[in-house]
């Protein structure tokens, strides 16, 4: 049986409360690779930290990292994920997206540290889609929703 190694990469921590605001696990193996997605059929590694498959509890990715013979590490933030655009890029992207005729603009959120962010908003049909900011444009935005849409009335008359 594999044993589960639990390593500890933190960020600085909040200066106000003394502790990481936030953190998340990535499975890491021998060969310094990362999981980045797994199924039935099997695993897909990665050597880059930032496109590794993120886990919200340590529980579930202990449980992966017992499965494939892997450890966890735990990554710790101490800045709220939504603070990582300036103000002017936020609205901005409001601005986009309303233009591109979204449902709503639900915000700006990166996958993973190091990682390009994601700008979420909902299509009519009640899905929430998401651009990266550097694909952001209103055309963009436009065709997200329309092909989502589409998708969704087609399955909705399908028997």
Do not use: W
Not at 46 to 59: G, N, V
Not at 60 to 67: F, G, M, P
Not at 68 to 81: F, W
Not at 127 to 153: I, M
């Amino acid at each position: 049986m594999a044993c589960t190694h639990v390593s500890h990469v933190f960020a600085p921590a909040n200066k106000r409360f003394g502790a990481p605001i936030s953190s998340f696990y990535l499975v890491r193996f021998a060969d310094n690779s990362y999981l980045y997605s797994y199924l039935d059929s099997g695993a897909l590694f990665t050597p880059a930290r930032d496109r590794a498959k993120t886990f919200r509890t340590r529980e579930r990715a202990e449980n992966v990292a017992r499965l494939l013979n892997g450890h966890v590490c735990e990554i710790a933030e101490s800045a709220p994920r939504r603070l990582q655009v300036s103000a002017s890029q936020f609205v901005c992207c409001q601005i986009l997206v309303e233009l591109g005729g979204a449902a709503q603009f639900c915000g700006v959120f990166p996958a993973i540290p190091g990682s390009e962010p994601l700008v979420l908003f909902n299509a009519k049909s009640g899905s929430t889609l998401g651009l990266p900011l550097s694909q952001l444009t209103a055309t963009a935005v436009k065709r997200k929703v329309e092909e989502c849409d589409a998708a969704f009335d087609a399955a909705a008359v399908q028997p």
